[in-house]
């Protein structure tokens, strides 16, 4: 019995000895710990943005390229009405009474895509991983693709009502 308490006395003693050894091998703050975890996830996520930045250099190209064609073919749209308007409507003496009015408006949503359009690229210009803050960068081109994609909505509805008006032009 006596040698029982030796020995729980004994390893009392040494877990005494041991201890502040083991307690010097923990990190000195939890903040530090937190700060070396969040450089890591830092790291991690800087190379995957690495690995698919050609992959979304491309993407937004080929979207931004996408919304420059509607527009195009909006605008040329556009222009065959008119052009059908002043080379068959007029001359049969039938006309639209809103003409211009329709023609204003379509120039006023074209300017609005422009816009939208140039507000858009210059905002993903210089995207790099690298930069201040790529996710928000991202995220703020999310936003301006869509206020181009209502723009383009505007303006298509706007060579609607041009090409709906001219079908239903009416004797003068």
């Known amino acids: 019995m006596l040698g029982n308490k030796f020995l729980l006395t004994l390893f009392v003693c040494s877990a005494l000895v041991f201890l502040p050894v083991v307690s010097a091998a923990k990190p000195s ?11 890591h996830l830092t790291e991690v996520k800087l190379k995957v943005c690495q690995k698919e930045e050609q992959a979304i ?14 527009e ?5 749209h556009s222009a065959r009405v008119q052009e059908y308007y002043t080379a068959k409507i007029l001359p049969s003496g039938k006309s639209v009474a809103k003409y211009n009015d329709l023609v204003a408006d379509i120039s006023v949503k074209k300017s609005a895509v422009d816009s ?4 858009a690229r210059t905002r993903v210009a210089g995207f790099t991983c690298t930069g201040d803050d790529p996710k928000n960068q991202l995220n703020q081109y999310r936003l301006e693709m869509q206020n181009v994609k209502k723009a383009l909505q505007d ?3 706007a060579v609607k009502n041009l090409i709906v008006a001219v079908r239903s032009a009416k004797s003068v």
Do not use: G, K
């Not at 703050?29 to 450089?39: D, E, I, M």
């Not at 250099?57 to 509607?70: D, G, I």
């Not at 195009?72 to 040329?76: D, G, K, Q, Y």
């Open 57 to 70: 250099t491309s993407r937004v190209n080929r979207l931004f390229n996408l919304s420059v064609s509607m």
């Open 29 to 39: 703050s939890p903040s530090a710990a937190r700060t070396r975890a969040q450089n």
């Open 155 to 157: 303006y298509r509805t």
């Open 116 to 119: 939208a359009l140039s507000l």
């Open 72 to 76: 195009e073919r909006f605008a040329s």
